[in-house]
């Protein structure tokens, strides 16, 4: 009893000392969902898509700069890693729609093949 | 009073065990060079002499010392020894050769025990080197398929990147009312700060890379070449073995010919006549 009230201090002071750290991989992932979630949300209003859309870009901006500054990903063969930089057009974003000169919305529509083409010519129903 | 007994069993169990390990030590002594994994980290410039150092402080490195001034002391004798036999007549003369004989037989032995100490040592230098090749191998070829590939995307995307960036930063930070992010404004001022960094690593005399004939060297190359040293220092420890058996040879030799002297000497002073064969017996016959 007495080793166990001595012995749990330490593991809670270890347990604290190594927190569960996402990379800056994962926190892009995270910040892109925001940013494809703030444009596909029927409920905002044009300006408040606006705003939310252009805090989420600027802290895309950094976070896809940290990934691909980050060494720890070189080499690093997991399937978020290799799906990541299968497809740079889609996974840093904001960078290549800069240099495309395009919105980030199209550049990623863009991605994923959505044109005006073939959503005025999709049709509701059911998916067999 | 059983818990005491328990302890004192115990502890004087763990005082045997210590003590048989020291003298299995002193009895073998060996070098356990630093893991494989923190070496190949080392500047190549600075891996001898830090396995060096390593070597040094060791049992087997002490025991090589050691060994070393028995083997001048030894020396010394024998060069006494015969200085004192060149002046010595008789019986002093033949126990002084007698005496060299044996120091002689001693420093073979000194030197076949350094010998066999160094041959370990090397060996471990050897096998050291060996296993690290491979780690630097695994390190820099060992990488699959899918790895290399991935390795190829990422270098893409960061040189894509590199193009794009002065692009972004007008479009993105210039030309928004918002102010740049602290990571945006900090990461070129530690950047900076970073390279000045890298020029003074770089300007460090420790830092130095190996070189051959004022060539920089790999890493791979620094220690292929330190593992050809180790190999080449084997080939001349068998030398020195063979060197030690024809004077182990020789000692024989010596004492066999000494024996023989000493026999030689114990004949002729005996006062015994020689009447073994009748010829020898002939004149107390002729003679009345």
Redesign the interface.
Known sequence: MRLLTMSLPVALAMLAAAPAMAGALENMERERAVLIQAFLDPELKPSEREARL?TA???L??L???T?RDEG?????TPV??RA??N?DLT?L??AA??KNLAVADQWMDQLGLTTQSVMSARHGRRW | MSRLGFSTVFVLGLLAGTAISVARAAENPTWQPAPVERLVKLPASYLKKSLDQDFAQSPLGQAIRSSESEIGLKAQTMADLKNAIGSATGDVGMELRHQFLAEKKAYVSLMSGKNALRKKHLETKARLFERMLDRVGQDKEG??P??QE??V??Q???S??AA?LS??EL???RT?A?PE?R??AE?GKNMAAIEQLAQAIAAHPMSDAATRDGQPMSRQDAIRGLLGEAQAELALIQQEEAMLGYMAKLVSLDAMALADEAMDVARADSEVPDVANPAGAVSFFVSR
Do not use: P
């Open positions: 252009e870009k600027r802290r901006v950094d896809e700069r940290m691909l990903t070189t080499g690093r063969n890693v290799r930089f299968s740079y840093f904001v960078h800069v240099e | 990488a699959s899918g790895r991935l390795i995307q990422q893409q995307a960061r894509r990147f794009s692009k972004v479009e993105v930070f928004s918002a992010s990571y945006a990461y």
